[in-house]
Each structure stands twice: as C-alpha cells, then as structure tokens.
C-alpha cells in the first residue's frame, strides 16, 4: 500500500531565507507524486507533481520540489520564502495507472509552514 | 480559472439524519472523488466516479455512504444515518483522464454531527 511520511510537523523560516518541507514515500513500482497546499478555510490547492523526467520539478508561486528514487524522498522547495507562503503543505502519492488503489491520492499529515517577517 | 464548487459550506445536523453534500466538478473533468479530513487528522479517500460508476472505494465508504452524478454537472456524496465520527470537512475534487493528472479541490464542505 501507498504511504507517504511529513516528519515535520511545523517548520518555521524567516522572510528571504531558503524553505525545504520533507517528503518521503513507499510506493510499489514509480510513483506519481504531488505537493498541495492549504490556507486556512480554503481547499487544497495543487502546487506541482512528478510524474516522470527531470528529477527536480517547478510548480506555482515559485517553490520546486526534488525527487530522489534512492532516498524516496521528494522535498518541496522555494529559494526565497514570503510571509504568505504560510499555510499548510501536503505531500500526497499515487500509484502508476493500473496498479491497485491507483485512483486515490494518499495524504501525508501535513506540515505547517510559518514564515516570520 | 475553473474551480471545484461545493455547497454548503457547512451544515450542521442531528445524529441519524440524512446530508447531501453537493459538487460542481470542473467542466471537462472525468474524474471525481471525495475525501475527507477530520479536524486535526490527514485527508483521507473516500471514493473515485467514473463514467457513472464507483471506480475504487475506502473501507470508510460503507453502506451508509452513497454517491451519485444525478444531471451530469453536479455530483454528491449521501450519507444516510449521520454518526458523531462523520464530523469533517469533506472534501470533492475532479481530475481529467489518466492518473498522471492532479486532482483539483474544492473548498469543501464542514459536516457537524450534533
């Protein structure tokens, strides 16, 4: 079965500096992976996937996300965080077409990002 | 930009009652599902639709749980004898074809079960 693991309950970056919120998966075969994010009251919002290719991945707003097969990580990453960037970031994985339960996204816990002025 | 609606966006009913929770999907979308979030807790699956069937189930979709596309633009979730524990934010999403396709989310609907 589909999991994928947020460690971070919170993380907390000052205005300007690099943001990095972890991901990682167990998935059988090559995962379909996703990045959403939710504001207070607001649904998720769809940020970036990897799907297959490059392994570093460009989505809204300015924040990317890398995906690393051999750490089966995929971290999500923004140079120059912004006060509004807070909010809540989920991780979320899909198996390939085909393959048991390939339907369903399956939700990490969640990290929430806080960052200061 | 299109988006997922949902209505209400929040209904408050008494134990045992029957909800609707209603849908407007995105209009070229093939896909739906529902999921929810309990407070504090992951989103979970609860239902994939296509082509006017259920295409994969959680084992949270039990008999009380019903969905349909009654008009072709609207598609709902039922839950015909409401418990304490379906209190949640429940959430419809839509995707198009193929599983290499993100889902979009509504802004969901928060269900108290009094």
């Known amino acids: 079965a589909q999991s994928v693991a947020q460690p971070e309950d919170q993380v907390n970056v000052a205005e300007g500096n690099p943001l990095t919120v972890k991901c990682t998966y167990s998935v059988s075969g090559n995962p379909y992976l996703f990045w959403y994010v939710q504001y207070p009251n607001r649904g998720l919002q769809f940020l970036l996937k990897?799907?297959?290719?490059?392994?570093l991945v460009k989505g809204s707003y300015g924040f990317e996300a890398e995906f690393n097969k051999s750490q089966t990580s995929f971290h999500l990453k923004k140079p120059s965080a912004l006060v509004s960037d807070s909010a809540l970031y989920f991780c979320?994985?899909?198996?390939?077409?085909?393959?048991?339960?390939?339907?369903?996204?399956?939700f990490g816990t969640g990290t929430r990002l806080l960052v200061s002025p | 930009e299109p988006e997922v609606t949902q209505t209400p966006s929040h209904q408050v009913t008494q134990m045992g009652q029957e909800v609707i929770l209603r849908c407007v999907p995105i209009?070229?979308?093939?896909?739906f599902y529902w999921y929810r979030q309990i407070l504090g807790q992951k989103v979970e699956f609860l239902v994939s639709f296509y082509n006017n069937e259920i295409s994969e189930k959680s084992e949270i979709f039990d008999d009380q749980f019903s969905v349909e596309r009654p008009d072709g633009s609207n598609f709902t979730l039922k839950i015909r004898s409401t418990k304490l524990e379906d209190s949640a934010m429940y959430f419809c999403?839509?995707?198009?074809?193929?599983?290499?396709?993100?889902?979009?989310f509504g802004p969901g609907t928060r269900l108290t079960v009094t």
């Open positions: 999403a839509s995707s198009t074809e193929g599983a290499a396709y993100e889902q979009y």
């Open positions: 990897y799907i297959t290719g490059d392994n």
């Open positions: 979320a994985v899909r198996s390939p077409f085909g393959d048991t339960g390939f339907q369903k996204l399956v």
């Open positions: 209009s070229n979308h093939l896909y």
